[in-house]
């Protein structure tokens, strides 16, 4: 008598990533940014099986090593995570994706953030005081936390709620990223310390540097997971 094959084990199921839930993906294509549709058809703990995705009703492959931004709904719930494309299944009907590190639940936090210690090359500010009383450049500032949505920063220079500012900071083990920022809060340095807490989100970031945040994310998710500490 032959034996049987246990099921896969799929260790999102919990979460609603399952046969049957339809995605919305993003992720670029040659030039341009693509929005396609598709359907879970698999899940375990290394791959996710997908329907070949469609746009304007033609089927259009996931390139292979493609960073995709996937979201999906799940009662009154929007997930999001980030993978990467791992080709078609042999038959061609299926494309594959890596099982992310993490899903996010978007009403408890929009995104992944990572807690982190990084130098920017430069943070300034976007409009100048004319009067010349506050000083182009944030001095002393370090990036605490990062996020796709945005930043915050530990710095000796104070900013102010709704100013623009800009960042020039090489990700470690990723790309140099120039994006701007509006100040979203800003709090005093607590007794016997120096540092301001600053609050920033991204504006207007575009696709490439979304995607360098992305990658830069999804590589320290993944180290961490490795390391047992997240």
């Known amino acids: 008598m032959g034996g049987w094959l246990r099921p896969r084990k799929n260790p999102f199921q919990a979460q609603g990533l399952e046969p049957g839930t339809n995605l919305r993906l993003e992720l670029q294509i ?13 899940v375990d703990t290394q791959e996710i099986s997908v329907l070949v995705p ?17 979201e999906y709904t799940r009662g009154r719930q929007r997930y999001r995570f980030v993978a990467e494309g791992l080709g078609p299944a042999t038959d061609g009907n299926l494309d594959r994706l890596s099982t992310p590190a993490r899903i996010e639940v978007s009403d408890r936090r929009r995104s992944f953030r990572l807690d982190t210690i990084m130098r920017p090359s430069s943070i300034y500010r976007v409009v100048i ?8 450049e944030l001095y002393g500032c370090t990036v605490v936390d990062i996020s ?11 900013a102010s709620a709704g ?15 120039v994006a701007r920022m509006k100040v979203i809060s800003a709090h005093e340095p607590p007794g016997g310390r120096l540092n301001w807490r600053i609050h920033c989100e991204f504006a207007q970031l575009g696709h490439q540097d979304r ?3 992305a990658r830069f994310l999804l590589q320290r998710q993944r180290r961490l997971l490795r390391e047992g500490r997240l």
């Not at 040659?30 to 698999?42: F, H, I, N, Q, Y």
């Open 163 to 177: 100013e623009l500012l800009g960042l020039d900071i090489l990700l470690p083990e990723s790309e140099r990223l």
């Open 30 to 42: 040659g030039d341009r940014p693509e929005t396609l549709v598709t359907t879970v058809e698999a």
């Open 54 to 70: 469609v746009a304007h009703q033609r089927r259009r492959h996931v390139p292979y090593g493609a960073l995709v931004h996937a």
């Open 148 to 158: 796709e949505g945005g930043v915050r920063l530990s710095s000796r220079t104070p």
């Open 211 to 213: 995607d360098a945040i």
């Open 129 to 136: 005081d004319p009067t010349g009383e506050t000083p182009h």
